[in-house]
Antibody, heavy 117, light 107 residues
């Protein structure tokens, strides 16, 4: 089964951008959708958007449209999520996971993004 | 968006007892419903998909049922490793949405 490993924790100032990576091992990202979800403290996960690497097409949740970019590099088996114009409310754990229009499995280990001045 | 409401927020259960968790959708999810388990500091782990199908490696004590707007996750005999937070997620209506979770704690 595919194993997803994410990049490390980030601390960002309001107004800046963050880019988180998600590298797959044990299989190819190309054939499956990869989604990004986030989880604020004490809340359930929230889907942000996803990409199908083989097609390069991305879909985004409406509330993140225009502020998030999700891409994939098939040559390195890595997916990326960039979130712009960060605010304090973007402090959360960000997860990548396989799946988009259905269930999510497996998940990466999560990346804590803290927005602080 | 489809709102998922889970109840109760916290469930106190003794080891070996049965736990029943509920999930309600604001509009029909047909059978497109998944359950996840999350322990502190870990990512969610898929337990059930399509309302009642156990994911690979999930013990038989976990079972899911329901369709439309009402769903249930049952853990037949709680083991120590089952104390965690459980989330439901619908994927019938785009975008997929999660509930706020039910915490299963030791009584």
């Amino acid at each position: 089964q595919v194993h997803l490993v994410q990049s490390g924790a980030e601390v960002k100032v309001p107004g800046s951008s963050v880019r988180v990576s998600c590298k797959a091992s044990g299989g190819s990202l190309s054939n499956f959708a990869v989604s990004w979800l986030r989880q604020a403290p004490g809340q359930g996960p929230e889907w942000m958007g996803g990409v199908i690497p083989a097609f390069g097409a991305s879909n985004y949740a409406q509330r993140f449209q225009g502020r998030v970019s999700i891409t994939a590099d098939e040559s390195t088996n890595t997916a990326y999520m960039q979130l712009n114009s960060l605010s304090y409310e973007d402090t959360a754990i960000y997860f990548c996971a396989q799946g988009e229009a259905n269930w999510f499995d497996p998940w990466g280990q999560g990346t804590l993004v803290t927005v602080s001045s | 968006e489809t709102v998922m409401t889970q109840s109760p927020a916290t469930l106190s259960v003794s080891p070996g007892e049965r736990a029943t968790l509920s999930c309600r959708a604001s509009r029909s999810a047909t059978n497109k419903l998944a359950w996840y388990q999350q322990k502190p500091g870990q990512a969610p782990r898929l337990l059930i998909y399509d309302a009642s199908i156990r994911a690979t490696g999930i013990p038989a004590r976990f079972s899911g049922s329901g369709s439309g707007t009402e769903f249930t996750l049952t853990i037949s005999s709680l083991q120590s490793e089952d104390f965690a937070v459980y989330y439901c997620q619908q994927y019938n209506n785009w975008p997929g949405t999660f509930g706020h979770g039910t915490k299963v704690e030791i009584k």
